[in-house]
DNA sequence: GCCGTTTTCGGCCCGACTGTTTTCAGTCG
């Protein structure tokens, strides 16, 4: 077993042991054992070898043992008599909102409940709210709960959560006495995905940012509403929490509502090694009886959420990387790397026109990098074998790149224009063009739009990809994984060998910036960065105002942790110009 | 189950909210 997989076992078993009762700290540890596993960067198998694994934080004695009886086996009797003996149903019932362990287990032995259908049934026979600790509104929340938990469960694109959140922040913000207004949350962290908007506003008076916030024209029902604190549900189904609180506590709230909970949690602790206390109200002395209300005397102010991490003895952890991996420990050895900005970038290599599935011409794409302030902008029409995508033939291909000649030639844009192609990957490692075609391009994005079958087989997709990096016209890797978030998982690939052969070869691998994809996956490019592959965020743009998807893929590059200088967009017209050159030299 | 510049045992982040209670357990983020 892998890597990933071993981290999945560690993850459920942490899910059963919750739902059997086992005390809290027990299913932390599992939980936090997957994450260190997940963002362990070494070869498993040699620190097993050489007996290391619990060297790594949050791995002791205990999990080691079942890590590498996984690694070694695949199997783990432990964890085969303990999913024995958990109802399937019973891990289903805790995305019920308001069902947690306790009231699944209690359904469970008192009505014999396993399953989210036989609950929906003892809710309408009335049979759940005569249950002690239960009444007829949990009943009531229960029926609800799993119904909109098909409407409204799911998770949804950070792309689509920033157009719900952004009209929210423009409207806080015009709200008479409010100072401070900042989304929070996963959507300002860069997670991929969304669960629900939050938003914080500093006011000394709350109603009028509260009033606005539970009328505004997006609302579909207020879901909970207190004095500081208000939840909706969106008409397109997002549930957005606000949150109201004096100017002097802003930044404690901030820093709390960000996140993540594991962020927190290893903040807190670390206050309290230093005899203090961190909430959202401040961060007081351990014992001050103050703490954790609006009367909370704060050791410091904060002016900003730096303020927060320097008492804590911690360089600034912008929000990106508070995912409670290894962020905390790397602030307290140094300043954490400058992180690439928007501003940063000058161009992008992968978009698409109306030659083959693009909505936009030729013309239309470089006047709106004109508009963007692009120094390039390189046009990757799909090739012939993505017929589907009205690929281009040889012909129309050099046609093409004629035409994108004659416009540089013309000067009638400010932006340059790069001639490339986005071409297929063929079943054996093979590209979809001859290399008297290609050797005409100004660059390469190699991608797999076809599975041939290898859906399951790992070795023969990552044996096809590390073929195609070999190939010496090949600037960059397209969409490593092909997932569709929400929607497809990528297919199996080994993503450690892939980066190996980029670093080995020069190339380059693409952070496709499209909200479906954002592929590869942030939480491989400090890995890919260190072997020293380049990475270059491309829109992947079908239409002119696809080339604003970029801004996510700076997002996504700095959840990477990305510098400026790792990423090759953010080079001037002269150095890519340069570097192109001798790639294809090659 | 993990962990230790007070500890190898006894802690483990903190507060709000809800619905059930009559002082609090469970859930959530």
Redesign the pocket.
């Known amino acids: 077993m892998d890597k990933a997989e071993i981290a999945e076992v560690l993850e459920e078993i942490g899910t059963l042991l919750e739902l059997t009762g086992e ?1 809290p ?2 299913v932390r ?2 939980h936090n ?1 997957a994450r260190a596993l997940t963002a362990l960067e070494d070869d498993l198998g040699a620190r097993i070898k050489a007996d290391t694994l619990g060297e790594v ?8 043992e079942k890590i590498t009886t996984l690694y070694n086996t695949g199997k783990l009797p432990y964890y085969d008599k303990l999913k024995a003996s958990v109802e399937p149903g019973l891990v289903e019932m805790l995305g019920v ?8 287990m209690a359904l469970h032995k008192e009505l014999g409940v396993d399953s989210l259908a036989k609950l929906a049934e003892a809710c309408a026979a009335g049979k759940v ?1 005569g249950l ?8 009531e ?1 229960i029926l609800t709960g799993i119904k909109n938990r098909e409407a409204y469960g799911r998770r949804h694109l950070w792309w689509d959560a920033w157009q719900a959140a952004a009209p929210i922040v423009e409207g806080l913000k015009k709200i008479k006495g409010v100072e401070r207004v900042s989304h929070a ?1 996963s959507l300002r962290r860069g997670l991929e995905t969304i ?2 908007l ?1 938003f914080l506003v500093a006011a000394e008076d709350p109603d009028p940012a509260m009033k606005w916030f539970t009328t505004q024209p997006g609302v579909a029902e207020v879901t ?1 509403r ?4 208000a939840s909706v549900r969106l008409k397109d189904g997002m549930q957005a929490d606000l949150r109201v609180v004096p100017l002097k506590q802003f930044y404690f709230a901030l820093h709390h ?1 960000t ?1 993540s ?1 594991d962020h ?2 290893k903040m ?2 670390r ?2 090694a230093r005899d203090l ?5 401040g961060l007081t002395k351990k014992d001050d009886p103050t ?3 609006p009367g909370a005397k704060s050791v410091i102010t904060a002016r900003s959420e730096d303020d927060i991490f320097e008492k804590l003895g911690l360089h600034p952890i912008p929000p990106e990387l508070r995912e409670g991996l290894d962020e905390i420990e790397r602030a307290e050895k140094g300043p954490l790397p400058r992180l690439i900005e928007e501003g940063d970038l000058r161009g992008a290599f992968h978009n698409h026109t109306n030659a083959s599935d693009g909505h936009a011409t030729l013309e239309e794409m470089a006047a709106a990098a004109d508009e963007l302030g692009w120094e390039y902008l390189g046009i990757a029409d799909h090739s012939k074998s993505s017929f589907q995508a009205h690929g281009l033939s040889e012909e129309r291909l050099l046609a093409q790149v004629e035409k994108i000649r004659a416009l540089n030639a013309s000067k009638k844009f400010r932006v340059h224009l790069f001639a490339g192609t986005e071409c297929d990957i063929l079943k054996d490692g093979q590209l979809d063009y001859e290399d008297s075609v290609l050797a005409q391009l100004d660059y390469v994005v190699a991608s797999v739009h076809n599975r041939y079958g290898q859906g399951e087989d790992e070795a023969a997709m990552t044996k096809r990809m590390v073929r195609v990096l070999e190939h010496p016209h090949v600037t960059m890797l397209g969409h490593a994984t092909g997932r569709l978030l929400l929607q497809r998982e990528g297919y199996a690939v080994n993503i450690a060998k892939i980066i190996a052969a980029a670093a080995a070869n020069g190339k380059m691998i693409e952070l496709n910036a499209q909200p479906q994809r954002l592929d590869l996956d942030w939480r491989y490019w400090r890995q890919a960065a260190d072997k020293g592959v380049m990475c270059v965020i491309n829109p992947d743009a079908h239409d002119t105002a696809g080339l604003r998807y970029v801004r996510l893929g700076v997002l996504i590059a700095r959840k990477g942790g990305l510098a400026k200088e790792q990423v090759f967009n953010t080079r001037p017209l002269a150095a890519v110009t340069k570097a192109l050159k001798k790639i294809a030299a090659k």
């Open positions: 005390n700290f027990k540890a599992y054992g934080p949050g791995l002791g004695e205990a999990l080691v909102p308001g069902l947690g362990p306790k009231k699944i709210a002690p600790g239960f009444g007829e509104k949990t009943q929340n949350g669960g629900d939050d909970g207190g004095g500081t604190k509502f996140g909970k927190n949690v807190r602790s206050a309290l206390s961190l909430s959202e109200w703490a954790g209300g």
